[in-house]
């Protein structure tokens, strides 16, 4: 089991060239299907990498829009895209080999992750109303499912951790959502992660609750501390180049 020896707290003032209290990079993904790192920019791009650092995907957001979310769905890359200002939320598409954009739909739920499901379909899971939601949603049509809600639960983080099983933060709980049956259990109780990420190198996943990240059975639930930090945890990166 991997194992946390330290931490550092990193602080820098990015030089932003476009001069506003925004952050420059929204999201920064690593998409299961291809291998590749996707990040939205402040600028109006989402662009894509190897694992080398060979530039391989550029395309222009909608105008006006930020790219926080990205996942390769058959020949399109779909990116949830963010008004800064407005507040609007869309799903736009692109193609994949050329950047050229396709179509975008509106969306009526903050979508906190994005996953491909098949060729033609995206699966969304985000808050609306203050309700967690599972979003069915055709890439084709803009066409929407909501397969599950869950009351007064917003959603707070997703981990996939094969294709169609996802877990789910909620609060005060943890569960395992199955596509296939539209099924959920319960995987934890009593805890509220605030990240959760699969680690294929290890097959374990990793949750941040509030200064502490643990490792949790997928199948069983079982919970590991692996480090208390002495920060809250925003995010989990495994290192994935080993």
């Not at 650092?53 to 930020?66: L, N």
């Not at 399109?76 to 179509?103: C, E, F, K, N, T």
């Not at 951790?161 to 099924?183: C, D, H, K, M, Q």
Request: some cysteine.
């Amino acid at each position: 089991m991997p194992t946390l020896s330290s931490s550092t707290t990193w602080t820098a003032n990015n030089l932003n060239p476009a001069n506003t209290l925004l952050p420059y990079f929204f999201g920064f993904y690593t998409d299961p299907v291809d291998g590749r790192i996707y990040v939205g920019t402040q600028d109006g791009f989402i662009r894509g990498w190897t694992g080398n650092g060979a530039s391989t995907f550029t395309a222009s957001t909608v105008a006006g829009y930020r790219s926080q979310l990205t996942a390769v769905v058959g020949d399109r890359l779909a990116s949830v895209q963010v008004h800064p200002v407005l507040g609007d939320r869309i799903l736009a598409l692109h193609a994949y080999a050329s950047g050229a954009p396709i179509v975008h739909f509106p969306l009526d739920l903050d979508v906190h992750a994005l996953f491909a499901r098949g060729g033609q379909h995206a699966l969304l899971f985000g808050t609306k109303d203050g309700n967690g939601v599972i979003q069915d949603r055709s890439v084709g049509t803009g066409g929407s499912f909501e397969m599950r809600t869950f009351t007064g639960e917003p959603v707070m983080c997703v981990a996939e951790v094969s294709s169609g099983t996802y877990l789910v933060g909620l609060p005060e709980r943890i569960i395992r959502f199955n596509y296939a049956g539209n099924t959920v259990s319960t995987l934890a109780s009593g805890v509220t992660a605030t990240d959760l990420v699969y680690d294929p190198a290890s097959g374990a996943v990793y949750a941040a609750l509030n200064d502490n990240v643990s490792s949790i059975d997928p199948q069983t639930g079982s919970m590991t501390a692996i480090a208390t930090l002495p920060h809250v945890v925003g995010r989990i990166l495994p290192l994935r180049n080993r």
